[in-house]
């Protein structure tokens, strides 16, 4: 089906539908580099493909020469580059599209008991970094910390987070109703927006949740102040009388 047509030009609905996959992809591309140094590159990477546009136009030999040799090593080197933000978005398409309704009956006994120690760890000035693991599996953060394996419990995780104790340093992993391990080292956010308004707590809790679906509670030492990162976005100092229904939301996404 033909749309617009020219002396030299025919625009079918095919072309049409390209057109919109290609924006789409662009536009998902730039929403996943928003915010980030990829989108500094992203930039030098158009101005770059707009020098080898001209160098090819006007016939210039020697450019035409190296960006046909640089092509053949770019895509390797767009990868390396961009992995942070490839594994997030391949992390996010092998997640299941539907949202469920109500929480199962594990995520409510993670709800219950994540929430029991989040707050006993803010009123005894406990600082506390909590990954709930859900779809997109956390086991190469959790082979970085101490094995632990035992049921979930609030009591055992502000035992975990007491100061001064050999693994209260780090983050704790819980899968389903399972501590899965302790003081577990965590990818820290490379987003410029956080570098100077948390600690490292806040900026381990935002980098796993960049590249997993994990939903993380962090809990202040300094100011008491209890928050959740998801999606690489991080809801700050929400009121204890409201913690426990702000995480129910988030379990539930």
């Not at 707009?50 to 770019?74: D, H, K, M, P, R």
């Not at 995780?157 to 389903?176: C, E, N, Q």
């Not at 399972?178 to 927006?193: D, E, F, G, I």
Request: with cysteine; net charge neutral.
């Amino acid at each position: 089906m033909t749309l617009l047509e020219f002396d030299f030009l025919k625009f079918t609905l095919k072309d049409l539908l390209d057109v919109l996959i290609v924006t789409f992809i662009f536009y998902q591309l730039l929403k996943l580099t928003k915010g980030t140094r990829s989108a500094q590159i992203i930039v030098g990477m158009v101005l770059i493909a707009g020098i080898a546009f001209f160098s090819y136009w006007f016939q210039f030999e020697a450019l035409s020469w190296l960006f046909t040799n640089l092509a053949t090593v770019g895509f390797i080197v767009l990868v390396i580059v961009f992995q942070p933000e490839l594994r997030g978005a391949l992390a996010h398409i092998g997640q299941n599209p539907f949202f469920r309704r109500f929480v199962s009956l594990e995520q409510r006994r993670t709800l219950e008991e994540v929430s029991r120690a989040a707050l006993r760890l803010s009123e005894l000035r406990y600082g506390g970094l909590i990954v709930v693991e859900r779809r997109t599996g956390l086991r190469n953060f959790s082979e970085s910390g101490r094995e632990v394996n035992a049921e979930l419990s609030s009591e055992l995780l502000v035992t975990l987070f007491t100061p001064y104790t050999p693994l209260h340093d780090g983050a704790v992993i819980v899968s389903g109703n399972y501590v899965v391990c302790a003081a577990a080292s965590l990818p820290l956010t490379t987003n410029p927006r956080y570098h100077k308004l948390f600690g490292m707590r806040h900026k381990a809790a935002i980098g796993v949740s960049e590249v997993s679906d994990a939903v993380v509670v962090v809990v202040s030492e300094e100011t008491q102040a209890i928050s959740i990162a998801y999606e690489g976005n991080l809801e700050s100092d929400i009121k204890m009388s409201d913690f426990r229904e702000r995480l129910a939301v988030y379990l539930k996404k």
